[in-house]
C-alpha cells in the first residue's frame, strides 16, 4: 500500500512575472536562514523580543494555523483519510524516536537536571505548527501533515506527561488538562476555522492564498525567536 497520499491543495506559483507568489517561493525557500537569523539574534539580543507578551505569542501560534487551515479543503482531509497508516506511522515514530532519542542525548551528554528535562519535555511533545509550515512552503502534502500534528496533539494529553514523567521523573510538574485545552485553542480551533473558511468563502479565500505562505513565514520567524 502507499505510504504517500494525495497532494495537497497547496502548489507552486505559476511560472513567468514576478509577483507575490514568486517573492513568496524566494523568501520561504530561505526559511531556514531566516530562522537562524532571527534565533541568533533572540540568543545573543534577548531584549529585542521584549514587545512580545505571551498573549501576542499565543494569538500569533493561533493566526498561524489559521494560515495553515485556509490552504486546506475536506476533501484534503477526505484523501488522507484514506489512507490511515502514514499517520500511524508518524503517531508510533513520534512518541517513541523522539522521547528515547531526547532520554539517550541526555544521559550520553550528562546533561545537568535543567537542560535534562528541557530535552525531554521537547522530545515528549506532539508535532507543532513549524512541522506545517515546514511542508507547506516545500508544497509538500499539508493536509497530511496537521492529520499527523491533529493526532499526535489530541493525544498529547496523556502521552506528553505520561512520557515526561516516566522519563524525566520528578523534575517535570505536567498539567494534562491545561495541556489539552491550550492545544484545542492554540492547534485544532484555528486550524478547524482556517478549513470551514475555505469551504465557505472559496473565492475570497483565493485572493488572499498567494500571500499565505509569507504571512505564515513571518509569523514563524517570529515565533521561533
Known amino acids: 500500500q502507499s505510504f504517500v497520499c494525495a497532494s495537497s491543495s497547496s502548489s507552486p506559483p505559476a511560472k513567468g512575472g514576478f509577483g507575490l507568489e514568486q517573492i513568496a517561493e524566494i523568501g520561504t525557500m530561505l526559511f531556514p536562514i531566516w530562522a537562524l537569523i532571527s534565533a541568533t539574534t533572540a540568543f545573543f539580543y534577548p531584549s529585542t523580543l521584549n514587545w512580545m507578551s505571551t498573549s501576542q505569542f499565543e494569538q500569533g501560534v493561533g493566526l498561524l494555523m ?3 487551515g485556509l490552504s486546506l479543503s475536506l476533501e484534503d482531509f477526505k484523501k488522507c483519510a484514506e489512507q490511515p497508516i502514514p499517520i500511524l506511522l508518524g503517531f508510533v515514530c513520534q512518541y517513541s524516536i523522539l522521547p528515547i532519542l531526547a532520554f539517550t542525548i541526555s544521559r550520553v551528554m550528562s546533561l545537568p537536571p535543567s537542560l535534562a528535562t528541557g530535552m525531554i519535555i521537547l522530545g515528549s511533545c506532539p508535532g507543532g505548527q513549524a512541522s506545517n509550515v515546514a511542508t507547506y512552503v516545500a ?4 493536509s497530511l ?3 499527523m500534528t491533529t493526532v ?13 514523567t516516566l522519563l524525566a521523573g520528578q523534575y517535570i510538574p505536567v498539567n494534562g488538562l491545561a495541556l489539552a485545552e491550550s492545544t484545542a485553542k492554540l492547534v485544532l480551533l484555528p486550524t478547524i476555522a482556517g478549513v470551514f473558511l475555505n469551504e465557505v468563502f472559496p473565492r ?3 485572493k488572499v492564498r498567494p ?14 525567536a
Request: glycine letters at 2%; hydrophobic letters at 60%.
Open 204 to 206: 475570497q479565500i483565493d
Open 145 to 147: 501533515s496537521v492529520l
Open 139 to 142: 508544497h509538500g502534502n499539508v
Open 211 to 224: 500571500a499565505m505562505p509569507l504571512i505564515a513565514l513571518f509569523l514563524t520567524v517570529i515565533l521561533c
Open 152 to 164: 499526535s496533539t489530541v493525544a498529547a494529553a496523556v502521552m506528553t506527561p505520561l512520557l515526561s
Open 66 to 68: 489559521l494560515s495553515m
